[in-house]
């Protein structure tokens, strides 16, 4: 079977066996259980469980796969590892394609670990006769309709119950149990804005690898973002590879994340999923080689994943040089943000003639604006209440100014959110910067309630915000680096 294909029988499975069903709510084998029946999973669930009897929500208890007269696709594993090689005889002989084994205890552990390995080689005739995921994982996560929605739903198979999330077009390959698990919960239900299509939690890869999920959604036209997270590489020279094709030809954004860098971390690898140690050199190569985006840690990971997905959401231009406006309501702030951006080597070019004089006519002759693209926009505040004039309707035309200057690759703005000093019609705000071909990203501050109101009316038109400065400068930064890469030599 081609990788793709059996990718396609994990991810996408007409029928699933719990091994390791319970009836108690603590356990894990109930909680997948949960996770599937809660998350309306299309396909047939098989509870499989040698010491329950009766139903669990509502379906029937079988002591083994071997009591199932109908085909199964794929096992889920939540039993400890020294049962694992009797079931999974009777998973080959039940012609059973997959399974996601969960148990920890093998390479990790040092020799039991590894006897317990070859034993499962030799069982699985080296994995001809059928195909595993993990061990030592959390499983498969594919998300194809909003919690809140009528046709919720997908596939769930982690032992963190998920209750909120949202569809979309970034796609997770992690070594780390957590992406699938309780940070996962976490970031779902903190940035709703944050939307996922898949989420892959591979543990030591002893079978499938980051390789064969890449290469399945390299073809899968939900996903346009993946964000990888890897304590080893198992075939550098296929990641490589992938990679690149993706980058060139099919455009595609691939952030990392790699642990095991440093000594210690690599001490740290070692004990988690029994990853061998890497040169960081070598690793250093790999990744440059590879053009993919590298992330310091998984904040950057995930804050780097949803920025892009809302570009291609929005079919955005992405800049190349690095030319930006900002908008600040504080001069102190904006000699701040240019100490940040020239950090980041972002520029303020010069205003167009046109958007100069254009921009003239809005603020007062005692404060004119500055002649590049640095729009300390209190002054024309300042004028436009004097006026009796809404700065709210100001702002919108200092947004139509900029959008049409073509020297402006993105904009960026503090924002101060307030009920009480004057309304924005923050929704007309945002239709007009959604339709603009050019990014446009925001730092609120102000009243925290509005902050929030502002920052989720924002989202839901793929319109990133921030909770610093510097996060939103990084993250335009980003951009710039993804459109340098597309265009570079890898030699």
Same mark, same amino acid.
């Given at each position: ?52 009897? /009766? ?235 590879? /053009? ?200």
């Amino acid at each position: 079977m081609s990788s793709n294909k059996i990718i396609e029988t994990f991810l996408n499975p007409k029928s699933v066996a719990v091994i390791g069903a319970s009836k108690n709510p603590l356990k894990g084998g109930h909680r997948i259980v949960d996770n599937l029946v809660t998350n309306k999973f299309k396909g047939k669930i098989y509870p499989i469980n040698p010491n329950s009897d /009766g139903e669990l929500f509502g379906l029937e208890f079988k002591k083994s796969v071997l009591d199932i007269e109908e085909d199964i696709d794929l096992a889920v594993f939540y039993v400890p590892n020294r049962k694992i090689p009797k079931i999974l005889e009777e998973c080959i002989q039940k012609g059973i394609k997959g399974v996601i084994i969960e148990a920890s205890g093998f390479e990790e552990v040092g020799d039991k670990g590894l006897e317990l390995r070859d034993q499962i080689l030799k069982i699985t005739d080296n994995f001809r006769k059928i195909r595993i995921m993990g061990p030592n994982c959390m499983g498969l996560t594919r998300i194809d309709g909003d919690s809140d929605a009528e046709d919720k739903g997908g596939f769930f198979t982690s032992f963190a119950v998920f209750y909120k999330y949202k569809r979309g077009n970034i796609a997770i390959i992690s070594q780390s149990g957590m992406l699938n698990g309780g940070y996962l919960m976490y970031l779902l239900e903190k940035y709703p804005d944050l939307a996922i299509r898949y989420s892959c939690s591979i543990g030591n890869k002893m079978d499938l690898s980051e390789t064969d999920f890449l290469e399945y959604f390299m073809d899968d036209p939900t996903v346009n973002v993946i964000a990888v997270y890897l304590e080893s590489f198992k075939d550098p020279r296929k990641f490589i590879q992938l990679c690149r094709k993706m980058k060139e030809k099919i455009d595609k954004t691939i952030i990392l994340v790699k642990g095991g860098i440093t000594l210690q971390g690599q001490k740290a690898t070692s004990s988690h999923t029994g990853a061998l140690a890497e040169d960081s050199q070598l690793i250093h190569a790999i990744i440059k080689q590879s /053009g993919v985006i590298h992330a310091n840690n998984f904040h950057e990971l995930f804050q780097f994943a949803r920025t892009f997905s809302m570009m291609y959401n929005e079919n955005k231009n992405l800049p190349k040089q690095g030319n930006i406006s900002l908008i600040t309501g504080s001069g102190g702030a904006g000699t701040i943000v240019a100490d940040i951006t020239a950090k980041y080597g972002l520029k303020f070019p010069n205003f167009s003639e046109n958007a100069y004089h254009s921009l003239l006519e809005i603020f007062p002759e005692w404060m004119p604006p500055n002649r590049f693209t640095l729009i300390d926009f209190w002054p024309a505040m300042e004028k436009a209440m004097m006026n009796n004039t809404n700065p709210g309707d100001i702002m919108k035309t200092v947004y139509e100014i900029l959008i049409k200057d073509d020297k402006i690759e993105g904009i960026l703005q503090m924002m101060f959110c307030s009920k009480r000093w004057y309304s924005t019609n923050y929704k007309q705000l945002a239709k007009i910067l959604n339709s603009a071909p050019k990014p446009v990203f925001f730092w609120l501050i102000g009243e925290i309630e509005e902050v929030e109101r502002v920052s989720q009316l924002m989202s839901e038109h793929n319109i990133p915000t921030f909770p610093s400065l510097e996060d939103m400068i990084k993250n335009f930064w980003i951009l710039v680096q993804d459109s340098k890469n597309k265009n570079k030599s890898y030699v």
